[in-house]
């Protein structure tokens, strides 16, 4: 039978919602959401943004947490119990390599906002005549620079996972979150009291009804819906794990999680679109907007170092908990595996996604073709693989009747079990399919090359967990008993 | 701003920042509520009188099924809570009024 090792669990219930917050709100929030938003029919797009929020985001974070605090183990060890000890482990597999390979090259991104943290505290974008774009052009063409970067970042998230789950990423979390959201608030009252600030409002929040009859309006918001709040990658499951048995989850790790991680896409929003428009930027997505825009519009403005300083700490402070979480989910997994100490699992992934984050810290077009494949279809092939296993293996009914309404503040009824087992499945399968269908004429090569890439993975992960099963452990009956 | 956007902005503010106070404010009361339970008897009952009634249901339609031994550990966890605590996590009154 799988063993279940010693676990921390959360200090607090703050300390648990802080981290499980700051893991979902990431780059996507402050440098996607806005724009996103404007992009698709403002007030249009966010009404099917928050109809996709409780309908997927919401129970599905409920189900991935709730397994994880029924099992009490991390990837593996979690599909180990549910299909017991053969190939299907390798699903688990799946996911976590998603996991490690979507770190490798997010460990860039917060390479990049390290960087910019560093340059915001030396007052660099507040020097006359100064030209953000050719630093953003320097720093992209310098490899060595961002290696060095990629290995700092890295170096961060070693240090504040080898403290533990409470000691580390529970008390780097309540700091963190509430100084970001300190942060963005501020950057918000400065923005909208800039001449030519509410445009930037009017933009994101006027409602073009047509847009709701767009397909594209819709895809836009499930995929803003899913990726923001990070369903099915596995943290979820990995956080809910060090949850104790009657604590809350509905509220917290379902309600809370969503809402909360898309009410910081609001404060960015607020905090960044004002800025954009007062000073006649471009309303665009990605790092330009972060790190060229927005790095010379605090350099313009009155109190600039304070802005500046203000803004890139706290994306700082978004990615780096939220690249903390990623590599948790391998820390876990590869601690309860080799039943070894935390420190040893914390070294090891690190060093591991470290080296693999090499590549794409020395050409973008690696980390560009990586974010292609994991967002196009690893992601929610990894969502689709454990609402399956949580809907059909474990079985919605018996997870919803024995954890997830266990110490619940809000009681979830029988309506939550066909949600996860026929509704975010099927919406997975569909949002894989539009992305091949639409990529495959304008990127065909990418298309295929990554598709392919995953075909193999599955009976590749498979074959592995099929031959470590005589070695490691004894067969466990599907659905375990948790220890 | 037009009149329309200043509604769609006011309603975001509220479905999502007041939806995430609210949600923190009260779990967090709830947690402090479960933390005086247990200092002050140890435990508490884990489950509503609802989630305990879809917990029955689920054992007597899957009654000898191999799972159906944590569902019974469960309601026994509960039913022992619910005999040796004086004070209640949920709200039972309905409940015990029906009995009375």
Redesign the interface.
Known sequence: MTTTISREQWG???GY?MAVVGAMVGAGNIWRMPYVTGENG??AF?IAY?LLLYLIAVPGLMGETSLGRHTRQGLLGTFRKLYGNNRFVGLGLVILIFNIVLMSYYSSIVGWSIYYAFHALIGTFTQTEFDTAVLWQNFSGNTALNVGMHSIAMLMVTGILLLGIKGGIERLAKWMMPILTIALIAIAIRGLTLPGA?AG??FS???NWEYLARGETWLAALGQALFSTGLGWGIALTYGSYLG??D?IP??GG??TA??N??FG?LAIFAVFPIVFAFGISPTSGAELAFVALASAFGSMTGGYLWALLFFMGFFFANLTTAIAITEVGVTTYREEKSTGRSKAVLTICGIIWLLGIPSAMNADILGYLDFVVGNWGLPLATFIIMIAIGWKF?A??L???SL?????L?IP?LWEPIVRFQIPAIMLGIMAYFLYSNLSQTPWKTVSGLALLTLLIPLCMWIMSRRRDTSYATT???G??S | MSLSAIIVMTASIIALWGVATVALSYSLRQEERKLALIQSQGDFEPLSPRAQRDLETWLARHPEEEPAREVRELIELQQQAMQHNPQRFYDWSTIDEARQ
């Open positions: 607090s219930r703050f919602l403002g007030g966010l928050f509410m409002l009017e929040f006027s409602p048995r009657n809350d509220l917290g309600i809370f809402i909360g898309t009410s609001l079985d009914s018996r919803r009747v024995l309404n266990r110490g619940a503040d009681y029988k009956p599907s659905g008993q948790p």
